[in-house]
């Protein structure tokens, strides 16, 4: 196969634009165009406002976009048909959601994009060409390209599919692209398909030791994406079981963590307790393992996944009980506090988040709920709590946004933390990520993440529309700014209603420090009538 001159993404998205532009910055004599359908898009990529917020990301991107150091070699446009008939491997970046209408509605994935770019590919391709899956797909879904190539594309022309799934997680994407734990390519057994992975090893090879670069079968290498998430989600949601059982006896979460985590077979990451996991990432691909399970008539494999989800959906519910029952049974009227509408800390994402449900709870119960997220707007979480069912009407009657955590905590009688920003936080330790020694008890959830969107012209969710309105590059240069300084919890027990409570969704709290000013904390994974 003669040397790649010309690679394309298939998506301007959180996994398709930073991929693009780290592949680009390593590999200067190969031409790479990152294509959307979204202008919008394309034209943030093309400005130093990026369409998305990642430490790091912005001078990697100007380093091989902006030819001021080196000749340019990554680009940005919206001319996808005329980059797919240049590149000699085209990767398909598309976004991939749980299909929200007809069967497997809630649970399969949305396919619908990554089938209109596989057969744009097989429309406009003039040459042999590779094709990467770097979304996130169900095993066995190069089948179907295969087919639909075979169907469209001009004949006589070899099209060779690898799947490659992409690890970055929001916030440290760049870090995980530029040393990533492993790169997965794979591909058919065949003597072409075998080359076509060693070609894309080599692109890798730029960059990523060989012994990282570990090729499989190509339904391996399909399913051990959505089993990677399905294992990380799963440990959270065992991590969560046991906070309950914590609260029941006396035991501390954070202590069992870091006693389980000790031992090299089990280890200490992912294993921080929460008042549950969002993420555009989780909920979407252990309901997609779990869709297929059903679907291959494994009913108990089915169950078991769905549990990881159904877990996480009772440890969110459970934190509001908890918090009506301490509250004497009755949050009418009461002002609540809500610190972090995000789903994790450092990002505006607010997918899936946590606070979305707990918020849900508190209307339900009609207290007077006041939000304070130092990133998240008020028109994006009025537009989540619309998507998830929320009647517009109760939530303009019970819900009202804070500038700041006074004046969100002012006259309640209570507060509630649900994102672990760290100006939130009152311990003394701030940690970092992937450092491979982290104390469990002091493991927060990975630094700064971005927004995702899916304008392209196809029949738009309002979960997609919700998308992008994400897409914001001023909230972005927001991120970048923020610099917020920590809550000063003295001032806060001041202007509180009595008896004054903190509720910790994230364990950011130490809560001796806030007991001795006044407060009664209740901390997810601690239970508090024990000696
Ligand atoms: P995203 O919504 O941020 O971006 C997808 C982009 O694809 C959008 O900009 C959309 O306009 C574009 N698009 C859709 N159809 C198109 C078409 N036919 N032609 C051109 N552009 C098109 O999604 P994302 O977060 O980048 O995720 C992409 C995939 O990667 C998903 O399958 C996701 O599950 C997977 N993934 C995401 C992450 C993450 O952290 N976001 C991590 C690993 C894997
Ligand atoms: C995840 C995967 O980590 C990544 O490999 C994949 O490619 C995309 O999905 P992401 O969703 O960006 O990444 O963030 P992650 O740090 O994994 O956190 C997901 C959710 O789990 C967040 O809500 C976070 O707060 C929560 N979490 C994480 C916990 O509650 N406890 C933990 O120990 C870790």
């Known amino acids: ?19 693009g532009a780290v592949l680009a910055l390593k590999n200067p004599d190969v031409e ?56 000699d491997i085209v990767f398909i970046c598309v976004n991939t959601p749980t299909k929200t209408a007809g069967i497997g509605a809630g649970k399969a994935p949305n396919m619908a994009y990554f089938e209109s770019a596989t057969r744009m590919i097989a429309a406009e391709a003039e040459k042999d060409t590779i094709i990467v899956e770097k979304s996130t797909v169900p095993c066995r879904t190069a089948a179907n390209m295969r087919e639909i190539l075979k169907a469209i594309g001009k004949p006589g022309l070899n099209f060779e599919i690898l799947s490659n799934p992409e690890f970055l997680a929001e916030g440290t994407a760049v870090a995980d692209l530029m040393r990533p734990d492993r790169i997965l390519i794979g591909s058919m057994q065949t003597p072409s398909g075998l080359e076509a992975a060693e070609v894309l090893a080599d692109l890798y090879g730029s960059w990523v030791p060989k012994e990282n670069i570990l090729k499989t079968n190509i339904w391996s290498s399909e399913l051990a994406k959505l089993a990677a998430n399905a294992l990380l989600a799963q440990r959270i949601s065992s991590i969560n079981a046991l906070s309950a059982i914590c609260e029941a006896t006396g035991a501390d979460v954070g202590e069992i963590a870091y006693a389980a985590g000790l031992d090299t077979r089990i280890g200490s990451r992912m294993l921080q307790a929460s008042v549950g996991f ?107 709590l619309d998507i998830n069912g929320c009647h517009i009407d109760d939530v303009e009657k ?11 905590a002012s006259e309640s009688h209570a507060v509630i933390v649900l994102t672990e920003w760290d100006e939130f936080s009152n311990k003394d330790v701030v940690p970092a990520k992937k450092t491979g020694n982290e104390n469990p008890q002091q493991l927060l959830p990975s630094p700064v993440a971005s927004e995702h969107s899916s304008d392209n012209e196809m029949e738009m969710t309002p979960a997609d529309r919700s998308a992008r309105e994400r897409y914001n590059p001023k909230t972005a240069l927001k991120h970048a700014e923020a610099q917020n300084a920590k809550v000063d919890w003295e001032q806060i027990f001041d202007i509180m209603e009595r008896p004054a409570f903190v509720f910790d969704g994230r364990r950011v709290i130490d809560a001796g420090k806030l007991q001795r000013l006044g407060f009664r904390v209740e901390c997810i994974g601690r239970g508090n009538s024990f000696q």
């Open 398 to 408: 019970y819900v009202s946004i804070a500038k700041n955590p006074y004046d969100c």
């Open 32 to 87: 790479v165009s990152v294509v959307d359908l979204s202008e919008t898009r394309i034209a943030a990529w093309n400005s130093d406002a990026l369409p998305i917020y990642e430490p790091g990301l912005l001078p990697v991107v100007k380093e091989a976009r902006d030819a001021e150091v080196r000749p340019q070699n990554l680009f940005f446009t919206t001319d996808v048909r005329g980059t797919i008939k240049r590149a």
């Open 278 to 384: 969002g993420g555009s990432c989780f909920r979407k691909d252990v309901l997609n393992l779990s869709y297929m399970a059903e679907t291959l008539h494994l009913p108990e494999v089915a169950a078991y996944w769905q549990s990881v989800v159904a877990i996480n959906e009772w440890q969110k519910s459970r934190f509001t009980k908890r918090i009506i029952s301490t509250l004497y049974g009755t949050l009418t009227g009461k002002k609540i506090a809500v610190y972090g509408f995000s789903y994790k800390k450092n990002t505006a994402d607010t997918r899936e988040s946590a606070a979305i449900s707990v918020v849900k709870d508190l209307i339900a119960e009609q207290a007077k709920v006041c939000i304070y997220d130092p990133q998240v707007t008020k028109a994006q979480i009025w537009e989540e």
């Open 1 to 19: 196969m003669s040397p790649v001159k010309s690679v394309c993404f298939i998506g301007a998205g959180f996994v398709g634009g930073p991929s």
